[in-house]
């Protein structure tokens, strides 16, 4: 049985919630991802995150400008998260039911990874060939 930390990713980009939507842009752009964590105002404040959907929808959909936009006006917050030794099959259910296809790996409310939808796809798939 496979577990959140076999599949994770550790390498994790995160951007300020006070950043512009033209910063979360070109960082995507320049790591070439889909998604940004957003990072944590204190200790006790929960994580976020921000994808290509959210600002997709702001800008086109909603006529938004991404010079006067922050991070924190169109990214999801708190997050789902789950444990490392959470097995894959939960949360892969838990992604189906809760619509989502990224989840915040946390380890005393510490961020450690990201499980996407992907990335357990992947999985899958490797276990076919």
């Known amino acids: 049985m496979q577990i959140v930390k076999d599949v994770m990713v550790t390498n994790v980009v995160s951007i300020s919630p006070f950043a512009r939507l033209r910063d979360a ?13 957003v990072e944590r105002n204190s200790p006790h404040d929960a ?3 921000i994808t290509y959907s959210n600002i997709l929808k702001t ?4 006529e938004g400008d991404i010079d006067l936009l922050n991070v924190y006006d169109v990214c999801v917050k708190p997050v789902i998260t789950v444990g490392e030794d959470l097995a894959v099959k939960h949360v892969a259910t838990l992604m189906t ?5 990224r989840l915040l ?5 510490e961020l450690i ?5 992907n990335d357990i796809m992947e999985t899958l798939l490797e276990q076919i060939e």
């Open 97 to 101: 039911k809760s619509d989502v296809k």
């Open 113 to 117: 990874g990201i499980i996407t939808m």
């Open 59 to 62: 800008v086109f959909a909603e």
């Open 47 to 49: 994580w976020g995150i």
């Open 25 to 37: 842009l070109a960082l995507m752009k320049q790591h070439r991802i889909k998604s940004l964590v």
């Open 105 to 109: 790996v946390l380890s005393n409310n």
